[in-house]
């Protein structure tokens, strides 16, 4: 069953329902033990070919269409997504400022400038500091406005000597955690003599992004950038490409002039559009303020689908339950019972994010089972 209070669309599963109603005939039974142990021979093959080093797992288009995949709900819409992101920038900038601020918003739920930003619990390793100077740096940018799921550490681990299991125990430890902050990356490498070179940069960046994929969370990496200028100001990023190959992506951070108070912030990512922000710096609080974007949001279009759905599964009637062919018959659009299944697959992400509706399909004995509900409902 899933977890009523979790934030994304669940994973489901395409299988066959296994089970069958009990019978007291003999023949019944020794069929559906049968059935069983086709199933367990089918897993025994399937568990042999993966073990061949020829094997390649693949999967059909129909295949694709008929599984829901869990969709990646932003931290900060139109920001920041779960995955591996660098941010990168000069030594003395201002990244670590900016990095707080990140922290405090995801921590408190609060829009970050006119960005929509989505509550979590926040690790912050910042490796350059002390506490001292973490507390005197929060109290002029917040004031005593605390919050009780940011957390602080000003030493950890290397990767591969300790890291890992320092996070994953983290992790375990607070289930809602949205959002790692390494501050800085350079901090945490393996020491060794090989650490420029494209392979282990890639390799490190590879374990990074593991690790944030397995728990759905977003891993943010300060880093440096070299002194030379580049025409992709993202090749000015410190170390080798391989880098900003692994991850999902970047932010750079740029000041106009070394003494102002103005910069710019440029983000490049898989799960985003590419932005240009102008920020100035407040003199008082040291906090980023948006001054303005470069570029427009990029907006989804209207879904009549989903308008319908949000309809039929309102609070006083917050859970649906059907076939594919009894959803069509209820809502006002033009659509085959087979092709609203695959596109509510596709689209379950967006139906929880702009209405909280939850998706789930299902193959049982009569066919193919739709359920529909509000998040936190008592139905689930």
């Not at 020794?30 to 367990?40: A, L, M, P, R």
């Not at 949001?297 to 917050?318: C, G, Q, T, Y």
């Not at 092709?339 to 689209?347: D, S």
Request: proline share 4%; glycine share 6%.
């Amino acid at each position: 069953m899933e977890n009523k209070k979790e934030k994304t669309a669940p994973d489901v599963s395409v299988g066959a329902d296994t089970e069958q109603p009990i019978s007291k005939k003999p023949t019944s039974s020794i069929s559906e033990n049968g059935g069983n142990i086709k199933i367990f021979e089918e897993l025994q093959r399937e568990m042999q070919l993966r073990s061949d080093p020829s094997y390649l797992q693949i999967i059909s288009m129909n295949e694709l269409f008929d599984t829901q995949y869990r969709s990646k709900q932003p931290l900060i819409d139109g920001l920041l997504y779960p995955g591996t992101y660098i941010f990168a920038g000069s030594p003395k900038l201002g990244k670590s400022f900016l990095m707080a601020q990140l922290a405090y918003h995801v921590s408190t739920g609060t829009p970050l400038w006119n960005y929509t930003t989505r509550k979590g619990t926040v690790l912050y390793l910042a490796l350059e500091d002390d506490y001292r100077r973490l507390q005197e740096r929060l109290y002029r940018m917040f004031g005593t406005e605390s919050t009780d799921n940011l957390y602080f550490s000003v030493s950890a681990s290397q990767l591969g000597n300790g890291l890992d299991e320092q996070l994953a125990r983290f992790v375990a430890e607070h289930k809602d955690t949205k959002l790692i902050i390494i501050d800085t990356l350079q901090k945490v490498r393996e020491v060794g003599g090989d650490n420029y070179s494209y392979a282990n940069d890639y390799q490190i960046m590879a374990r990074l992004k593991s690790f944030a994929d397995a728990h759905g969370l977003c891993l943010l990496l300060v880093h440096h950038t070299r002194k030379q200028n580049a025409d992709d100001k993202f090749d000015m990023i410190s170390g080798t490409s391989g880098l900003l190959g692994a991850a999902d992506g970047a932010f750079l951070l740029q000041k106009e002039k070394r003494t102002g108070n103005a910069a710019t912030l440029e983000v490049s990512g898989r799960d985003q559009q590419d932005q240009k922000l102008y920020l100035i710096r407040n003199t008082e609080t040291l906090l980023w303020d948006l001054q303005k974007a470069e570029t427009e949001l990029w907006k989804e279009p209207p879904e009549p689908l989903l308008d319908e759905i949000a309809e039929l599964v309102r609070k006083d009637n917050p859970y649906w339950e059907g076939s594919p062919t009894a959803l069509v018959a209820l809502i006002n659009v033009d659509i085959q019972p087979h092709v609203i299944t695959r596109k509510l697959n596709v689209l379950a992400g967006r139906l929880y994010t702009e209405h909280g509706i939850l998706f789930r399909s299902e193959r049982v004995h009569e066919g193919r089972k739709l359920r529909l509900w509000k998040d936190n409902t008592e139905n689930a």
